[in-house]
């Protein structure tokens, strides 16, 4: 059963027509993470929620917001999306900050013409 | 500032084949460190997490070692598959404050060919 579900798993939006990817789960952690990978680069943060306590990463564009109305659903908005934000978009979660294991979905990957 | 450096690139190897791969970090204040599976355009699958405390972790055919001190992991398999072709990542979970901030490798790409 999946734990970790994100929505769409393909996205095509337009240069500059926002877009909201989503994530949800079924394991009932506490924190949400939303990460970044381009093409054959490292996965990178860019923010996560403890519970309703939103944590921007310091060098994450202000173009990229996040709402998590509950527990169990974590949106990415992207106000403007540019070409340089095409990327896959991976969700994460874990049932504490603490020394635990992340959960990943399987990522949404998102074009941007 | 912390960076996860991971050595090869890319790996081939033929079927039945022992193999290592390799993490390096730079900083040794580190929490835990966590070896992930990513196969082409999925997420990532969680293999083996290793406490800072911890020197090793085993899961069937795959050990995972970290030595802290050096700033190192291996990650072995053990009797290579073609179903094991993937890239590996590694991440360490770093900071202060308890913030559970993964810092990534650029991955392994392993193919193993029948």
């Known amino acids: 059963d999946a734990m970790v579900i994100q929505n769409p798993r393909y996205q095509v939006t337009q240069f500059g027509k926002p877009v909201t990817l989503s994530c949800s789960q079924t394991?009932?952690?506490?924190?949400m993470y939303w990460y970044q990978q381009k093409s054959s680069q490292a996965p990178k943060l860019l923010f996560h929620y403890y519970d309703k306590d939103f944590n921007n990463e310091a060098d994450t564009p202000d173009n990229f917001q996040s709402r998590r109305p509950n527990t169990s659903f974590c949106f990415l908005d992207i106000r403007s999306p540019g070409l340089g934000d095409a990327a896959m978009y991976l969700c994460?979660?874990?049932?504490?900050?603490?020394?635990?294991?992340?959960?990943f979905g399987p990522g949404t990957r998102l074009t941007v013409l | 500032k912390q960076e996860v450096t991971q050595i090869p690139a890319a790996l081939s190897v033929p079927e039945g084949e022992n193999l290592v791969l390799n993490c390096s970090f730079t900083?040794?204040?580190?929490?835990?460190l966590q070896w992930f599976r990513q196969d082409p355009g999925k997420g990532l699958t969680s293999l083996l997490l290793?406490?800072?405390?911890?020197r090793e972790q085993t899961s069937g055919r795959l050990n995972a070692s970290l030595d802290k001190s050096s700033g190192r992991s291996t990650l072995y398999i053990a009797a290579s598959q073609p179903g094991d072709s993937a890239t590996y990542l590694c991440a360490v979970r770093a900071g202060s404050g308890n913030t559970g901030k993964l810092i990534f490798g650029q991955g392994t790409t392993l193919q193993v060919k029948p």
């Open positions: 994460a979660t874990s049932r504490v900050r603490g020394a635990d294991t992340q959960y």
């Open positions: 394991l009932n952690h506490n924190v």
């Open positions: 290793i406490q800072s405390s911890q």
């Open positions: 900083d040794s204040a580190i929490y835990n």
